[in-house]
């Protein structure tokens, strides 16, 4: 079941079209999902990052929309405007890191409710991009996939807190301390207790500018650090994942040479043992690719745009 939900386009810089929608997963929780409707080329399937919203992916809706493509991104649960999890709503939960894959299937349930254009593909940033290898592993009925920094593995600093994270998380797991933050990681959004010049996530001021304007404007979408049952759920997923061959997707996958969040080798072991696909590792970009300086942001739609064309059914 479908009802309205708020979209604040003009606050995303998403093109006309656009459309917000509430609906409900399995499990009972209520999620958040944006549309631009724009091209009947096919769908693309925005799988966003841990703390992130869909206002978030206007600029990536816009890129998409020119080229012919609509676009679907989701509000995963425990975030954005989507149900959150615990009392307090500002620490990012999960029970278990398959949930998301309810998540995942409630879109595209969503997708064919709305009777949004075929072949689907799919585009995933970070957190997203964990979640969207484990749903390709179940083969998601997608055509092809872009990453943007993926979330293959968690970069610790100093890397000695990889062993305490392991150990905590995973001895907590069982019991409602489990809930509590993880210790070292924002009470807020990161983004708003962080100068420009020390963020990891975008060299282009105007758009980290643009990104703490969201937020400002709509204090709701904030959300900071993780409880240590999501850590440990998210490094029980990663392994696992990293253990699991590759699927049988046409892939391309970005990487900053300026990389800080998420582990690059994990990422490049990975797209190693995967056939034909693409690594593209991008000098002086950091995580976000649609939040990095215009020109990077233009090659990763443009490179992204052309890998889907190239794969779709009627090239």
């Known amino acids: ?15 006309a079209g656009a459309s917000g929608h509430w609906v409900q997963t399995q499990d009972g929780l209520r999620l958040r999902l944006g549309v631009w409707r724009n091209g009947a080329k096919g769908t693309v399937l925005i799988f966003p990052g841990r703390t992130e919203y869909v206002e978030k992916y206007g600029g990536a809706a816009a890129a998409l929309a020119e080229a012919g493509y609509t ?10 405007l989507s149900d959150r999890l615990l009392p307090d709503r500002l620490i990012g939960h999960v029970h278990r890191f398959s949930d998301y894959q309810r998540d995942v299937q ?19 940033h970070s957190m997203g991009g964990c979640i969207g290898l484990r749903s390709l592993a179940q083969e998601l009925a997608v055509q092809a996939v872009s990453f943007s920094a993926p979330m293959w593995g968690i970069l610790f600093h100093p890397p000695a807190k990889r062993a305490l994270a392991w150990g905590l998380s995973s001895l907590l797991h069982p019991f409602k301390l489990a809930e509590m933050r993880a210790p070292g990681t924002s009470v807020g959004s990161n983004l708003q207790e962080v100068l420009f010049q020390e963020n990891q996530l975008s060299c282009d001021p105007q758009m980290f500018e643009m990104m703490q ?17 999501w850590l440990n759920e998210a490094l029980r997923e990663m392994l696992s994942l990293h253990r699991h061959r ?19 080798r994990r990422i490049q072991q990975r797209m190693a043992n995967w056939p034909g696909a693409c690594l593209k590792v991008i000098s002086q970009a950091k995580h976000e690719f649609m939040m990095e300086r215009p020109e990077i942001r233009m090659e990763f739609y443009r490179e992204t745009i052309a890998h889907f064309d190239r794969h779709h059914p009627s090239a």
């Open 1 to 15: 079941m479908l009802s309205n939900a708020p979209l604040l386009n003009d606050l995303a810089r998403g093109p």
């Open 246 to 264: 590759a699927p049988n997707y046409p892939a391309l996958c970005f990487l900053g040479d300026l990389e800080t969040i998420v582990d690059p």
């Open 106 to 124: 409630t879109l595209m349930i969503a997708a064919k409710t709305l009777d949004l254009p075929k072949p689907y593909f799919m585009m995933a």
């Open 213 to 229: 304007d969201q937020l400002q404007e709509i204090p709701d979408f904030a959300l900071g650090g993780p409880s240590l049952r």
């Open 71 to 80: 676009s679907l991104a989701i509000d995963w649960r425990g975030q954005g």
